[in-house]
């Protein structure tokens, strides 16, 4: 049904199933919406000799989990880490507590990067109302934390929480009180927090915001000689190009000067033709200056994750066909043909066929 494109000289540390950035697809089971409860407890029925195979396989096995972190740079990044099977269905509850300074997650920290709660924040209880809203109640202790940090706080703990489907934006108690703003710098908070708010926001071109859009961008960086993607919420141009052509020129102008991401397409690099949606499938055409190697018709890796991973965050865009004027056809940089619109499964890129 689908066949994996592999991109070489890209690490990806980013999930290969969960949304990332995402769109908030990944389905857990586990998560139940709670009514007057906070937690959702065995079923009393189970025997016990079930009771001891599941307590077995809990103490013996892992789950992968989507995890929103600092990294050296500073920016909220997803990153995936195996995670004690939980014990209840507490799921949410399990990685809000791997967000937590000096907490469990602490041995399984990749190297450069930082927990972002609080060091000694406690969830105190999780609730999932009908609405898809999570509220989520923490002890005092969240309340120590620099104002520079508040931002990073609400954006790792949103984007966390909402790769489960069910869930679609949080709210925050603090001790059994909910809170209209954050207890630092004064964020509103009462009307809730989601993806819609943004992440590692940074500046636009965009002079009338009232007339832009969000988007969220994908730019790779490194560190140690390891690159990953960096989700970025940008405000682009919906005023005299369709917001597809804006999006393409964003990413084309790089993620600027004030960030360390890296801008991975060549300077005289334009469309062509003007971007057309057609079932899904967005259909961009580009100048040879997009090229690696004009010769082999090769495209970059980088360029390729960068546009589909970017574009797809398009709610309506399920899919990139990418064209190369006077090119018949284009390889990837292990010499695969790209014939086929490169779908993106979450965080996976694969090809459709």
Known sequence: MYKRIRYSGIILMIFIFLTGCFKGEQTMEEIDPPNETETVE???????????????KRHTTTVARQLYLIDT?????????????????????QVLEYLVKEGPVTPLLPNGFQAVLPEGTEVLGIT????????????????????????????????????????????????????DEMP???????????????????NSDVVDIVMGQAVTL????????????????KYVSKSDKNIYE???YSLLNGPGPETNLIHVFNSETTLVDSPVLEDGILKLVFSEDILKNKEQAMISDEVMETLVRSL???????????????MEKLVNENGEILNEP???KSDTIISKS
């Open 42 to 56: 065995k079923n009393d029925t189970t025997s016990e000799e079930t009771q001891s195979e599941d307590a077995e």
């Open 73 to 93: 740079n500073g920016m909220v990044v997803p990153q995936i880490l195996e995670l004690p099977f939980p014990e209840s269905k507490e799921v949410a509850k």
């Open 128 to 179: 999932l109302q009908d609405d898809g809203t999570m509220v989520v109640d923490l002890s005092e202790e969240f309340k120590n934390y620099e104002a520079k940090d508040e931002q990073k706080i609400l954006q790792a703990m949103t984007y966390t929480l909402t790769q489960f489907e069910q869930i679609k934006k949080i709210k925050i108690w603090l001790n059994g009180h909910p809170l």
């Open 184 to 202: 630092v710098d004064g964020t509103p908070i009462s009307n809730g927090h989601s993806r819609a708010n943004g992440i590692n926001i940074v």
């Open 218 to 233: 994908h730019f790779p960086t490194e560190y140690n000689n390891i690159r990953y993607y960096v989700p970025v919420t």
């Open 246 to 248: 804006s999006v393409v």
């Open 312 to 326: 797809t965050e398009l709610e309506e865009v399920e899919g990139v066909d990418i064209k190369v004027e006077n």
């Open 342 to 344: 490169v779908m993106r």
